[in-house]
């Protein structure tokens, strides 16, 4: 159980026995996730009721077809997980191939700690425990911007205002930190990759109205 420390645990400390969750849950498939009873992409809430299907081998798409994400019950299991039940809150987001996997767990003080490819992905601030995948390769999430932005504030429940976005690139082994300009208004930045380049959106509205506040090129 993702809840249960041993007597060996408690002398990791808290931040210890989650670098140890972590590393161990970047190991595992869909399949494993969902014996080990977390809620998936159906419902976040409830273990695996199919168990028999979701244990299957994963189908694989007809040739010229890409993979795309799975909801259960399907053999190979969802392509998502989160667990509801302790306050680890761990979160797993696998590519529609299997191939990465990002997972996230609440340490000391709810503080997101990031893991992609099993690879610890360090952040200057505040992580989000959600994230997605971008063309199988990135793996896009946000954090808390910088405290003297001059939008910046907090909205309740430990939010802050205005967010910067975490681009991690797995063929590269490389994260890239976006931050908002001093006028950009990024309370809900998205970030959209069109033909090798990235346009960043404040918000999901200007993302459905195609109005980016600016374009980023990585290397």
Known sequence: ?????????????EDGYCERLGKLFSRLSPRDFAALGLGCSRRIDRPCREPPTCSQDPVTPPAGERPALREGPVAGACSGFR???TRYGVRAAFTADDRHLAVTVHGRWSRVMLWVDGIRVEAPSFLDDVGHWVDGRFYVTTMAALDDHPLQGHVGMGQTAILSLVIHDVATAATHIVDPEPHEDWSFPVAVLRDGEWLLYPTLQARDTDHPDRTLTLP
């Open 83 to 85: 667990d509801c039940s």
């Open 1 to 13: 159980m993702v809840g249960g420390r041993g007597r060996a645990d408690r002398g990791l400390g």
